[in-house]
């Protein structure tokens, strides 16, 4: 069984940069399609990168250009970098699978919290 603990957030300023982790545990990590989420208040849960097993990328149009999604499966970790961050990135971002039904996705982690204010 997969776990995902997810890492890196913080307050940052528009146009500040940050870099989230996704550790992984579990051996079937190398061969899923792994995506960030995000979740802002009152908002649904939103796709907003995902990376294949090969390290193919679909971006959201809202962060195209401006996140950039990798993966260590050695290190068994998805990354986010975040770059020219603004207001309307604050959310809760999350790593899960990609791709796959509902019924296949890893239990949620907690989550790690991204602000972006002046």
């Known amino acids: 069984q997969v776990q995902l603990v997810e890492s890196g957030g913080g307050l940052v300023q528009p146009g500040g940069s940050l870099r989230l982790s996704c550790a992984a545990s579990g051996s079937s990590f190398s061969m899923y399609v792994m995506g960030w989420y995000r979740q802002a208040p009152g908002k649904q849960r939103e796709l907003v990168a995902r990376i294949s097993n090969t390290g193919s990328t679909i971006y959201s149009d809202s962060v195209k250009g401006r996140f950039t999604i990798s993966r260590d499966n050695y290190k068994k970790t998805v990354y986010l970098q975040m770059n020219s961050l603004k207001p309307e990135d604050t959310a809760v971002y999350y790593c899960?699978?990609?791709?796959?039904?509902?019924?296949?996705?890893?239990?949620w982690g907690q989550g790690t919290q991204v602000t972006i204010s002046s």
């Open positions: 899960n699978r990609a791709a796959v039904p509902d019924s296949l996705m890893v239990s």
